[in-house]
């Protein structure tokens, strides 16, 4: 049986947010602030925000590392065979919020699940990905975005890109406002079929593809002008963000029910946002022209 080696992954998560937080660094000018954080049923972590940067106006990468005997509601829910296991959870996640209203939001994770009980075989699993939520879209951004996701994919199998393009699709989906919550990208969870090794390194591919795909849209349009009108649509679309993590993001409700650091969870959440009721754009206007980017398509 093929060996599971907790501890590669570790290594590597720590690394990525490391690698992570110095490119964004590079591209904002400002430093991330780092808060230490310990799981007082378990395990801990390392949080990292930037706020009101030259380019982000807030942003967070983490690592998290947490333990525990039993297992939240949550992930049972779906997969009652991990009930009575001890398990182990880790993962680097990073969600940025820029200023400019020109530059898309995004987010990333890759993340380790493992759980354990004596005598049997260890359940297992990588997941993660990554997706981007413009407000302005540009078409060749979302290209290039998919391009790479694509790129990411094909080492490890002709139908995987079509396969976590359609599964983020359909996770990043709010039913309530019958839109995808932005142009997506990669999804996948519950994921060991290539078996540890290439599991692992399908997983690494993606943590380290994030800053490929989108810290070149970033370079593009960070000196991209903008004024009142486009800051206040941005605004209103973060709200979107909110509602989904709130409602439906099962990361946010694992880490709540697993007695995860609070502020941590949450840090996805953008510092503004702004509901309107019964808000409908203009005819003709760039703002209407995203809600044709809010249905899934083939890039």
Known sequence: MEQVNKQAVKDFLMTLQDSICKQLESIDGQRFVEDAWERELGGGGRSRVIRNGDVFE??????????????????????PELAGRQFEAMGVSLVLHPHNPYIPTSHANVRFFIAEKEGEAPIWWFGGGFDLTPFYPYEDDCQHWHDTAKAICTPFGDDIYSQHKAWCDKYFFLPHRDETRGVGGLFFDDFNQLGFERSFAYMQAVGEGFTQAYLPIVDKR????????????????????????????RGTLFGLQSGGRTESILMSMPPLARWEYDYTPEDGSAELALYSYLTPRDW
């Open 58 to 79: 807030q942003g967070g990468v983490n690592f998290s590392h947490v333990f525990g005997d039993k297992m939240p509601a949550s992930a049972t829910a779906h997969r």
């Open 222 to 249: 960070k000196a991209t002008q903008y004024g009142e009108r486009e800051r206040q649509f941005q605004l209103y679309r973060r709200g979107r963000y909110v509602e989904f993590n709130l409602v439906y993001d």
